[in-house]
C-alpha cells in the first residue's frame, strides 16, 4: 500500500504549470523518465513505463507550495498532506518506522507499508517539508 490510488497522472494535467520532461532520468540508480516543475517536485516512472514508480516533493516551504504539493497529493490519493504532522503519517502508515536524525531540529521518518513502496518524510518544527512517496519494489530495495 504505497500510498497512492493514482498511478496514471501527469503534472501538466493537474498544475497548468510548465512542466520539464526529462526523458533520460535517474532515480535511485533506476533508468526512467520524469515530470519535474523546478527541483523541488517530482514524478518519476521507471524504465520509461506509463505508470507512476515514485513521487518527491522537497523543500516545500511556502505556503503556496504547500498548496500545490498537496493537490497534487488529493488527485494522487495519497492520505496524508504537506504540513501535517508525524502522527497524521503514523495513523495512515502504522507505527513501525524507522528515524534518522538530518539536521537540527529536522528528522527523516522512513515507512515501509510493504515490500513495493517506501514512504519518507522530513520533519521540522513537527511538519512535513519533503516527502518521498515509492510505489516500485525495484526502487525501494534500491533506497534501503
Not at 517536485?41 to 505508470?51: D, N, P
Not at 497524521?88 to 502504522?94: E, I, L, P, S, T
Request: negative net charge; glycine residues 10%; aromatic residues 8%.
Amino acid at each position: 500500500m504505497s500510498g497512492i490510488l493514482r498511478r496514471d497522472i501527469r503534472l501538466a494535467e493537474i498544475t497548468g504549470l510548465p512542466v520539464t520532461q526529462a526523458e533520460d532520468f535517474n532515480y535511485a540508480g533506476i533508468p526512467g523518465t520524469a515530470e519535474l516543475i523546478g527541483w523541488k517536485i517530482m514524478l518519476f516512472r521507471a524504465h520509461g513505463g506509463e505508470s507512476l514508480s515514485a513521487v518527491s516533493m522537497s523543500e516545500i516551504e511556502t505556503a503556496e507550495e504547500r498548496r500545490l504539493c498537496n493537490r497534487i497529493l488529493q488527485v494522487l490519493g495519497f492520505p496524508v498532506g504537506m504540513g501535517a504532522d508525524v502522527q497524521a503519517f503514523c495513523r495512515a502508515f502504522g507505527t513501525d518506522y524507522t528515524t534518522e536524525d538530518i539536521l537540527t531540529g529536522s528528522t527523516r521518518y522512513c515507512w515501509r507499508p510493504d515490500a513495493d513502496s517506501l514512504i519518507a518524510g522530513e520533519f521540522a518544527d513537527g511538519t512535513a517539508v519533503w516527502l518521498e512517496i515509492v510505489c516500485s519494489r525495484e526502487i525501494a530495495d534500491s533506497m534501503i
